[in-house]
């Protein structure tokens, strides 16, 4: 399979992700939209050096990257669904509009 397919792929992923971020209010929903975006730069990624790695030979650049992003989402999930939990707590919703409370 050619790596136009898996960037093209990727590019649909990230477009799908970057519009969750922006229209959507529910945290929940916006932390899943980050994830296809890192998820689609993942692909990106391994595709490149997939290609790259047949004309080159050998080079695992891009793999590496993958797993750094992959431990940087770990991190991302688990520090963003604490702050979700705080905040479902304190006001009972979920909606990012609504999380107001450092405002003042």
Request: no cysteine.
């Amino acid at each position: 399979m050619p790596v136009e397919h898996y960037v093209a792929l990727s590019a649909i992923l990230f477009t799908i992700g970057g519009v969750g971020f922006l229209v959507r209010r529910n945290v929940l929903v916006t932390l899943m939209s980050i994830e296809i975006m890192l998820n689609a730069v993942n692909l990106a990624l391994v595709a490149f050096n997939r290609k790259g790695a047949y004309m080159e030979g050998g080079n695992h650049t891009g793999q590496v990257f993958a797993f750094f992003i992959i431990a940087a989402e770990a991190a991302e999930v688990a520090v963003g669904l604490a702050i979700v939990l705080s905040l479902f707590r304190i006001r009972r919703t979920v909606r990012s509009d609504e999380a107001d409370l450092l405002k003042n």
